[in-house]
């Protein structure tokens, strides 16, 4: 930049240099039409008035202005008028300037780059390791909430009774009454508490008597709820019937899956008792 102000102040003390240190008196000189010619336009003055603000960010900005300079001035005269041949002879003593100073500008241009690049990275190193601190101290706090609904589960366990034959008999039978919606539910329910268990499978077989007390009482709430909604939306639709036979054939499907649940559930109890 200090090498470019040195060029800059050599030009604009050029003798030739006066016409282009104010902006064009397009009213006085009576130049209506250099508006529609000229889409920018730039002087010296201009220039040095932003250099010394620092509205400039880098050097490629004041050279791409200093030249606007002169070739608004060629693009609006002639060749052969004096603003045109002064122009023109001002801009090859810049461009000559310009190009003493270029390697020294690539040379920081790439050095900035470097600079800025390295910058970047260790940004991005910062944000990812404050990234990954959060997602340690997030982990540790789900792990520590996990802990506590354990215990406090096992405490609601112990302080619940446990299921007798007779209420577990009751929810097999009742299992064997829901919408298979909610049959997956309930089975989904169980796979909850063991993973191995087959939830998704066309054919199950539960064995209530090995299931989780906290299981049994899931299953027992879910159960009483869903029943209980069946037969509200049952007794408030009793006068609705189904119209087409793929109703009437979804509704076979879903009581012979109901069916194919309770024969499964029955049996395993049914072999229970004959090993007692």
């Known amino acids: 930049m200090r090498q470019f102000a040195t060029m800059f102040r050599q030009i604009t ?3 030739w240099a006066w016409p282009f240190m104010e902006p064009v008196d397009v009213k006085g000189l009576g130049l209506h039409d250099y508006y529609k010619v000229i889409e920018k336009p730039m002087d010296l003055g201009t220039i040095k008035k932003k250099m010394e603000g620092s509205d400039y960010s880098n050097v490629r900005e004041i050279y ?63 944000l990812e390791a404050a990234q990954a601190e959060m997602a340690r101290d997030l982990s540790n706090e789900l792990y520590e ?18 299921l007798s ?35 998704g499978a066309p054919e199950v077989e539960l064995d209530i008597d090995v299931q989780t007390d906290v299981t049994l009482w899931r299953l027992k709430v879910f159960v009483q709820e869903a029943l209980k909604a069946a037969a509200n939306k049952s007794s408030g639709g009793t006068n609705a019937q189904t119209n087409n036979n793929n109703t009437g054939e979804i509704n076979k499907n879903n009581a012979k899956r109901r069916r194919e649940i309770s024969d499964a559930i029955n049996k395993a109890s049914i072999k229970r008792a004959k090993k007692a």
């Open 13 to 15: 003390q050029n003798k």
């Open 165 to 199: 034959t007779q209420e577990k008999k009751g929810l097999s039978a009742a299992l064997g009454r829901l919408s298979p919606e909610d049959l997956s539910k309930a089975l989904k329910m169980v796979s909850e508490s063991n993973p191995s268990f087959p939830a």
């Open 145 to 162: 909430i996990d802990l506590e609904l354990e215990r406090l589960r096992e405490s609601v366990v112990q302080r619940c009774r446990k």
């Open 64 to 126: 791409a202005d200093v030249r606007l300079v002169f070739k608004n001035a060629m693009k609006y005269n002639e060749a052969k008028e004096d603003v045109y041949v002064m122009a023109q002879s001002l801009l090859q003593k810049f461009e000559e300037k310009w190009i003493h100073i270029m390697p020294k500008l690539v040379e920081e241009e790439k050095k900035q780059a470097d600079e800025e690049a390295e910058e970047h990275a260790n940004k991005q190193l910062t």
